[in-house]
């Protein structure tokens, strides 16, 4: 079974930029959507963005588009998640996820995915 591990994580300053990555490993990779998600404490989990199974659009929530970016290498089975302009409120922990089926869409619920990650802890200080 595939599984996927969550790396970058940190704290940093308000405006400022942290890279995560997502490795899988064990199982396909290439032809999943594959997703990130956020989890504040006290709150539910959020979708954040995602890439699709083609790599060739990627799709934001509103609350992070035009800070966040979504990259993945299917060579190196990796997905990363750009985030600039950092601010308090993306304080949480990010998790990676890969769809549920292969060739399918992308989702924006956790229902989804599948093989989701340990997470990683962001912390944005003001």
């Known amino acids: 079974q595939v599984q996927m591990v969550e790396s970058g994580g940190g704290l940093v300053q308000a405006g400022g930029s942290l890279r995560l990555s997502c490795a899988a490993s064990?199982?396909?990779?290439?032809?999943?959507?594959m997703g990130w998600f956020r989890q504040a404490p006290g709150k539910e989990r959020e979708f954040v963005g995602a890439?699709?199974?083609?790599?060739?659009?990627?799709f934001y929530a509103d609350s992070v588009k035009g800070r966040f970016t979504i990259s993945a290498d299917n060579a190196k089975n990796t997905v990363n998640l750009q985030m600039n302009s950092l601010k308090p409120d993306d304080t949480a922990v990010y998790y990676c996820?890969?769809?549920?089926?292969?060739?399918?869409?992308?989702?924006?619920?956790?229902?989804?995915?599948?093989?989701w990650g340990q997470g990683t802890q962001v912390t944005v200080s003001s």
């Open positions: 064990g199982g396909t990779f290439s032809n999943y959507a």
């Open positions: 890439i699709t199974w083609r790599r060739g659009r990627t």
């Open positions: 996820a890969r769809g549920l089926r292969p060739f399918a869409n992308y989702g924006t619920s956790q229902d989804s995915y599948d093989s």
